[in-house]
């Protein structure tokens, strides 16, 4: 039984994208045969104290260690058991973990995959020193790399900078539960924002917007869902009273995903003002649950949208324009186009992406399993 080892910083009860990601990967292995093990951290922002060393996630075994927080790097010694034990060691993103994994490759002697994720440039924080570590050391780690398994063009085009291993291999979604909502109950005006309150994702640039919208007429409700693992909400709270916003903007916080599909089933539009975006999945969500786009024009987001009919992309960093064409598009009807363009995300399936997945893994463990036509099995996440 071939098996595979997922190695990242936060796990659940950790979400996100690449949670939600892995979590998706190891259980669609796993009902192919695999035997999969994540191993991550053992300390997560927004859960007090120290999470329990060994757990049991559905038919995952998930393995916790501990580490050291240097904020922008942590170091962490992994057991050579888990890797020694495993067939293919597949790192989700880089740093620490990455480092150590392929510097003590000459040991467990296992091949290496890793996941881009959208790399380490999501914020300028220490811009000089994720400069110095991206373009002068990655390259040396990533002579141990296997496949550098980018998730998006961009991301590709970003890491062929410091690996000649790169593949295009983008990132799968459910879309499934999104593609069955019937919008019978969408609601006009009501806008929808699905992602963490961090930095990056710039919600205070989307407020501006939106205040802008509302100053031209624009009638509109918008909802804000996802972790507050940074501490922001009440700050960017405060900043959309301060913009005379509180009536219309709601930060509702995480959600289930039962409940998600609700706020997806309900939205009319999807927002997102993010700098930065590794793929762009909650946008596929959006796009599959027949809401129309209005995005920051990022490279992600034109790669996967620019000749797209159900996506507007803008700079949000131009408050006015942003405003504007939030104004605009609120005050059109939604295309009839929409309905049918959803199906189009079917091509990021996880029906469709695993076998990619599985022929990879094959492939760089050199076995000669065969790879299923089809796999049915409908993954969303372990508590949903």
Known sequence: MLSVLHVCTDFWPSTGGIQQF????????????????????????????????????????????????????????????????????????????????????????????????????????????KHLYFYQFLPFIMRQVDVVAACSRSDAALFRAVSDRVVLLENAVAVEPYLALTGSCRKRGRCLYVGRFSDNKRIDLLLRAAAVARSQGAQFSLRLVGPD??????????????????????????????????????????????????????????????????????????????????????????ANLAGTVFSRLLNSEPDIALEESRRLTEAYSWDRKILEWSALYCGVAGCSAQVPNSCSIKSTGPNQ
């Open 22 to 129: 892995v979590y998706n990967l190891a259980e669609r292995s796993a009902s192919l045969g695999v035997r999969v093990t994540v191993l991550c951290f053992n300390r997560i922002e927004g859960f007090p104290g120290t999470l329990q060393g060994n757990e049991l996630i559905g038919p995952i075994a998930v393995k916790r260690i501990p580490f050291i927080d240097l904020v922008f790097y942590k170091p962490t010694v992994i057991p050579m058991s888990a890797l020694q034990s495993h067939d293919v060691i597949h790192v989700h993103g880089i740093g620490a973990p990455l480092d150590y994994i392929a510097l003590m490759k000459w040991v467990h002697k296992r091949p290496i995959v890793v996941s881009t994720h959208g790399g380490i440039f999501h914020t300028p924080a220490a811009a000089g020193l």
């Open 229 to 318: 693992a940074e501490g922001k909400r009440g700050q960017y709270e405060a900043f959309a009273t301060s913009l005379g916003l509180a009536e219309c903007v709601t930060f509702v916080g995480a959600l289930s995903h039962e409940m998600l599909l609700q706020e997806y089933d309900l939205a009319e539009t999807f927002v997102s003002a993010s700098k930065y975006e590794g793929f762009g999945l909650a946008a596929i969500e959006a796009k599959a649950a027949g809401c129309r786009l209005l995005l920051q024009d990022n490279e992600a987001f034109r790669s996967l949208f620019e000749s797209d009919a159900a996506a507007t992309l803008v700079n949000f960093g131009d």
